[in-house]
């Protein structure tokens, strides 16, 4: 059984900087698209960054390109958030998502290939 762990959430001030982490079980995860979503009160969840298998594949949504950054430690079977510049627009829950390949870029953005989802981790900016 899959298994999706975020922590790392927190009430911080903008400017700052967090990591959220993302412990998964019940693989292998080797080849899963690994995913951050968020999702603000009243908002729709949206995707904040992907990650493949592949050595270039990392992918962001607009908002956080330059900002975040996504990575895994395959031996750890672990997906990290680092999130820097942190603005009051970026609260939200955020969610780890799993799931399996062959879709396109533009796919891996929607919710579409997301088979696993953990419980979210509360990131609250204060201005």
């Known amino acids: 059984q899959v298994r999706l762990v975020e922590s790392g959430g927190g009430l911080v001030q903008a400017g700052d900087s967090v990591r959220l982490s993302c412990a998964a079980s019940g693989g292998p995860f080797s080849r899963y698209i690994m995913a951050w979503f968020r999702q603000a009160p009243g908002k729709d969840r949206e995707f904040v960054a992907a990650i493949t298998w592949t050595i270039d594949g990392t992918h962001y949504a607009d908002s956080v390109k330059g900002r975040f950054t996504i990575s895994r430690d395959s031996a750890k079977n672990t997906v990290y958030l680092q999130m820097n510049s942190l603005r009051p627009e970026d609260t939200a829950v955020y969610y780890c998502?799993?799931?399996?390949?062959?879709?396109?870029?533009?796919?891996?953005?929607?919710?579409?290939?997301?088979?696993?989802w953990g419980q979210g981790t509360q990131v609250t900016v204060s201005s």
């Open positions: 998502a799993a799931g399996g390949g062959g879709f396109t870029i533009t796919q891996m953005k929607t919710l579409v290939p997301y088979a696993y």
